[in-house]
């Protein structure tokens, strides 16, 4: 099987993979007792992580409300856009640890 869309925008995969990264170095930093890649589904249960997750979607949602903003002449599109692209990235590295939880089960 062949992925040309993947391969070809790579760059996106390696920012999702360095925001995992940061997480768990923040995590090992004591920020935060557990990611969502934690593999102790008792201490960080799927509804704690499912929170996480709809942190981060609110905050998309957010970032998109301004972009909307823009369309209206309000703020500057290049600023929004990229705030919402960067939560979009935020949001991928949450559901990314997630699932690597899940699968490390």
């Not at 925008?9 to 990611?35: C, P």
Request: proline fraction near 2%.
């Amino acid at each position: 099987m062949t992925y040309p869309v993947i391969l070809t925008n790579a760059y996106i995969y390696e920012e999702i993979a360095d925001k995992r990264a940061r997480q768990e170095r923040l995590r090992k930093s004591g920020k935060f007792l557990h990611t969502c890649a934690s593999l102790d589904f008792t201490a960080f249960s799927h509804f704690g992580r499912v929170t996480v997750l709809g942190e981060e979607f609110g905050e998309v949602c957010r970032a998109a409300l301004d972009v909307e903003k823009v369309a209206e002449g309000r703020d500057d599109p290049t600023a929004a856009l990229a705030k919402l692209r960067a939560e979009l990235i935020q949001a991928a590295a949450v559901a990314v640890a997630y699932i690597e939880a899940i699968d490390a089960r």
